[in-house]
């Protein structure tokens, strides 16, 4: 497999995977634990892209598996 086509896979997942590992990144660089409500209410202008943006490549992801043909 070229090397490019692994990240063309795993590129998409970029968002949802930043945004479930944000509290450990956060936990490790401050000691302190939030969870995702509280990092929704103090960081809303970095936790609400990721979350959109995860939402549509997972929606993206559910309607290119349903209309590729068989």
Not at 45 to 66: D, K, M, Q, T, W
């Amino acid at each position: 497999m070229h090397r490019l086509g692994r990240w063309g896979v795993l590129w998409p997942l970029a968002p949802a995977l930043l945004l479930a590992g944000l509290p450990r990144l956060l936990l490790l660089q401050t000691g302190r634990y939030f969870n995702l409500g509280m990092l929704a209410r103090a960081m809303p202008e970095l936790v609400i892209p990721l979350g959109i943006c995860a939402a549509l490549v997972f929606l993206n992801s559910v309607i290119r598996l349903v209309s590729r043909p068989a």
